[in-house]
């Protein structure tokens, strides 16, 4: 149980209720990580639908997005996050456990395509440190073949990453997978 009260699905009413029904529709379950927003109907709602989107991203990736998370995550001490991402690829990507944790070790060596990799190593630098994210970083990803609203795409995505994982070990979610 986290430190923040929550609304678990068995006891949401009115908005929450609604929301969780789609999230159990869409994923089995609703995880703890997801009921930690259910304190503001308003924040629930608005989480849900950018996961959404950005599950339904035209140019992201699943494997790509899901790399995002379980790296940023890494380099955050998110151990809920790091694990459930892996989980994923695993399970929806189809990655084995050993691809999983040479991409831990090293992203240049995930089973992502080149293109996804540039993009992937801008996203980790932004996020570890954006004050060093150069324009040259950004033409390298570029000249991938990435446009400025993906690569836009991409960042928002590292750095709600580092919210949630603010969020997930600060209220101290537990893990239910």
């Not at 109907?41 to 790399?67: A, C, D, N, R, V």
């Amino acid at each position: 149980m986290s430190i923040l009260q929550t609304v678990t699905p068995e006891n949401a009413t009115g908005e929450v209720a609604a929301i969780y029904a789609r999230i159990q529709e869409a994923w089995g379950q609703v995880p703890t990580a997801i009921q930690i927003f259910s304190s503001n109907p308003f924040l629930l709602k608005q989480q849900w639908e950018y996961y959404g989107s950005i599950m339904q991203h035209p140019t992201l990736s699943i494997p790509l997005t899901t790399s995002i998370r379980m790296l940023v995550s890494q380099a955050g001490n998110c151990g809920y996050c790091i694990d459930m991402n892996a989980g994923m690829l695993i399970n929806m990507a189809g990655w084995t456990p050993d691809q999983v944790a040479a991409t831990r070790l090293d992203y240049k060596k995930s089973p992502l395509s080149d293109k996804e990799r540039t993009l992937l190593g801008l996203v980790l630098k932004a996020t570890s440190n954006s004050n060093n994210l150069t324009a040259e970083d950004m033409q390298a990803t570029r000249n991938a073949g990435w446009s400025d609203s993906e690569i836009l795409d991409a960042v928002n995505h590292g750095a709600r990453m580092v919210a949630s994982d603010i969020l997930i070990n600060g209220f101290k979610v537990e893990r239910d997978f």
